[in-house]
C-alpha cells in the first residue's frame, strides 16, 4: 500500500511546481497557486472522465474568477482570462522540458521567478502601471476603495488575507444592485410611454391636417408619416448618442432644470415629426451632458486665462444665505469682488475676502494671479479711485506691488469724482445724512416723492450754461443721463418756454430711486422737485 501511494503521487507531481493542489481561499492566487489548480483538474479529468484542455481551462478560470469576486475585485471578461490562463499553462509545460542540467541557468531562474507574482485579471491596471493613488484612477470600472489597500498587498508583500463576509458591506452592495435595476426597469418604462404619448401625439397631428388641408398635400403628408411611423415601430428600440453642448449652454444661462427642457425638446421633435427612439431625451442623459459640457467649458475657461496682461476688480456687499443641515437658515452679508481680465474683458473669477479691509483683497487677489500664471506677465491693475484700492501704503494695488516686488500700471476709474462734489455741496446746504438712503434736511426730506403726484408748476427759470447734444450723443446716454439733460434744459428755460412733449415727459417719467451713492438721481429729484415748486424758498433758489 504504501509503495502504491508513492508510486501515485510520483505520476502528478510536477517536476518544477510539485503536487497539483486547488486554490487557497484566503489570498488572490499567484501564477504557480493558478497553474498547480490546472494540473488538479487534469488529473481529476483524467482519473474521472476525459476532458478537452478548454474544459479544463474553463474550470480553472472560474476557479480563480470567483476568488477574485470574494474579494470584491473587478476582474476581466472570462475568455480574457481563459486566454491568459492559456499562455501561463504553455509557459509552465516549457519550464518542464528544461534539462536538469540548465535549470540553474538565468533564464529558467528568471522564468520560474515569474511565477511567483500575482495572477493579475483585474480590470483596472493602475497599480500594474505604477499608479498608486486611487484618486488619480482613470478607469471605467473602479476597484473598490475598501479593497484598494488590500489589492495593493496582494501585488507586493501579501500579508493580508480574505476575511468572512462583512455584512454591512454586504448589505449595501445589495441595495444598490436593487436600486440600479429598479432604475433600468424606470428606464425601459419611462422610454416605452414616451414612445406610446409620441406615436399618439403624431397620428393626432395627421388627422388634424387631413381635416384641414387639400387632397394632395394630405396624401404626402399621411404617407410620409405612416412611413416614418411604421419603420419607428419595426426598428428596435435605439439608443440616444447625440451631444447637447449648446442646449446645454442656454439651460445654464436660463435656469431651465433637466426636466422642463427634456419635456420641451421632446415636444418639438414631435411637433417636426422626429420623434425617433434615437432622438428622444432623457434626464439622466441630459444631466450627464450638463455636467461634461460645465466641466469642459471651466476648463477651457481656465486654460485660456492664462499669463494675463491687466486685471480689473469691484466688489460689493451682498446678502448670501447660508446653507447648513440641520441648523436654521440665515443671512450673512459678505463682500464679493469680480476680477476682469484686459483687454479682452473676459471674466476670470469671483472671490469672497474675509473683509472688505485691503490686506483681504490683496489675499485673494495674490490667489487668482497664482492661479492664473499671471505673476510674470501682470502689468497693470484696475478699479476704483476708493482708499482702499489707491492707498498709497497698505492700499490693494499698494500690496500688490510688494508681493510682486516691482511696480503696476495704476488704471483708476474717476467717475467717483463726480459724486464728490455735489455731495460735499449737497451737505452744505442740506445737513448730515441719516442712511444710505435717507436725508434728514428740509430739502431732503422732499425728495422723495411720485413724478406723477407732483404736477410741474409755473416754476421761474434758472440761468445756466447747459446746451442740447446731437441726436448721436444722446443715443450713448443712460435713461438717468437723458432725464437729467432734459431737466437741466428745462430748469433753464422755464416752464412758458419748455417744450410741451418735454414737460409731460418729465411729469410721469421716473428720476431714479434715491441713494447716496447715486448723484445722477439726486440731482434729477431735486430739479424735478424744483419744477412742482412754484415758490422756492429764497436759500433753494440761491443754491
Known amino acids: ?32 497557486a493558478v497553474f498547480r489548480c490546472y494540473l488538479f483538474h487534469r488529473d481529476i479529468s483524467c482519473a474521472d472522465e476525459l476532458l478537452s484542455r478548454r474544459d479544463m481551462l474553463k474550470l480553472t478560470a472560474n476557479d480563480v474568477i470567483s476568488l477574485w469576486n470574494k474579494a470584491s475585485i473587478p476582474t476581466i471578461e472570462e475568455k480574457s482570462v481563459m486566454n491568459k490562463l492559456d499562455r501561463l499553462v504553455n509557459n509552465g ?27 493579475d485579471i483585474c480590470s483596472c491596471k493602475c497599480i500594474s502601471c505604477g499608479q498608486l493613488d486611487r484618486q488619480k484612477c ?43 435595476e429598479r432604475g433600468d426597469k424606470y428606464k425601459e418604462q419611462q422610454l416605452k410611454m414616451t414612445l406610446e404619448r409620441s406615436n399618439a401625439y403624431g397620428s393626432g397631428i395627421v388627422e388634424d391636417i387631413e381635416d384641414s388641408d387639400s387632397g394632395d398635400s394630405i396624401s404626402e403628408c399621411g404617407s410620409q408619416h405612416e412611413c416614418s411611423s411604421s419603420s419607428s415601430n419595426s426598428s428596435p428600440v435605439g439608443q440616444n448618442r447625440n451631444r447637447y453642448p449648446n442646449l446645454c449652454e442656454m439651460m445654464e444661462r436660463s435656469g431651465v432644470s433637466n426636466r422642463d427642457a ?11 415629426r422626429l420623434n425617433k427612439p434615437e432622438n428622444l431625451l432623457e434626464q439622466t442623459k441630459l444631466r450627464r451632458q450638463r455636467i461634461t459640457w460645465r466641466s469642459k467649458a471651466v476648463s477651457s475657461h481656465a486654460s485660456r486665462l492664462k499669463k494675463l496682461k491687466c486685471i480689473g476688480f469691484d466688489g460689493k456687499i451682498d446678502d448670501t444665505r447660508l446653507y447648513k443641515p440641520g441648523k436654521v437658515q440665515r443671512v ?3 463682500d464679493h469682488y469680480i476680477i476682469v481680465a484686459y483687454p479682452e474683458e473676459e471674466y476670470v ?35 476704483d479711485s476708493t482708499n482702499v484700492n489707491t492707498g498709497e501704503h497698505a492700499g490693494v494695488i499698494r500690496s500688490l506691488e510688494l508681493y510682486l516686488k516691482r511696480p503696476l500700471q495704476w488704471l483708476i476709474c474717476m467717475l467717483h469724482l463726480n459724486e464728490l462734489p455735489f455731495r460735499e455741496v449737497f451737505k452744505v446746504i442740506d445737513g448730515e ?12 426730506r422732499m425728495l422723495d416723492f411720485e413724478p406723477c403726484n407732483l404736477q410741474i408748476a409755473n416754476y421761474a427759470p434758472v440761468t445756466g450754461n447747459t446746451k442740447d447734444m446731437t441726436h448721436d450723443i444722446k443715443c450713448d446716454l443712460s435713461q438717468d443721463q437723458k432725464y ?41 429729484r431735486l430739479l424735478r422737485l424744483y419744477m412742482g415748486t412754484e415758490q422756492p424758498s429764497a436759500e433753494w433758489y440761491n443754491s
Open 1 to 32: 500500500m504504501a509503495s502504491s501511494s508513492i508510486l501515485t503521487r510520483l505520476s502528478t507531481e510536477h517536476s518544477v511546481f510539485g503536487q497539483p493542489t486547488q486554490l487557497s481561499q484566503r489570498q488572490l492566487p499567484t501564477k504557480e
Open 93 to 119: 509545460n516549457t519550464l518542464q522540458k528544461y534539462p536538469l542540467a540548465k535549470r540553474k541557468s538565468r533564464s529558467f531562474q528568471s522564468e520560474e521567478s515569474s511565477f511567483n507574482e500575482l495572477f
Open 138 to 180: 482613470k478607469c471605467k470600472v473602479k476597484i473598490p476603495t475598501i479593497e484598494w489597500d488590500f489589492f495593493l498587498d496582494q501585488n507586493r508583500e501579501r500579508k493580508m488575507v480574505i476575511g468572512h463576509g462583512d455584512s454591512e458591506v454586504t448589505a449595501m452592495l445589495q441595495k444598490k444592485a436593487l436600486r440600479k
Open 262 to 272: 427634456c419635456r420641451i425638446v421632446n415636444a418639438y421633435l414631435q411637433d417636426m
Open 332 to 334: 450673512l452679508r459678505e
Open 349 to 383: 473669477e469671483h472671490v469672497v475676502p474675509q473683509s472688505g479691509k485691503a490686506h483681504d483683497i490683496a489675499v485673494e487677489l495674490e490667489s487668482v494671479i497664482n492661479d492664473t500664471e499671471s505673476i510674470d506677465s501682470l502689468c497693470a491693475v484696475a478699479c
Open 433 to 444: 445724512t441719516s442712511g444710505p438712503s435717507v436725508l434728514k434736511g428740509a430739502i431732503g
Open 484 to 524: 437729467l439733460l432734459k431737466a437741466c434744459l428745462a430748469v433753464q428755460l422755464g416752464q412758458a418756454n419748455t417744450d410741451p412733449d418735454t414737460l409731460e415727459f418729465l411729469s410721469t417719467a421716473s428720476p431714479g430711486s434715491l441713494h447716496h451713492a447715486r448723484w445722477l438721481t439726486r440731482a434729477n
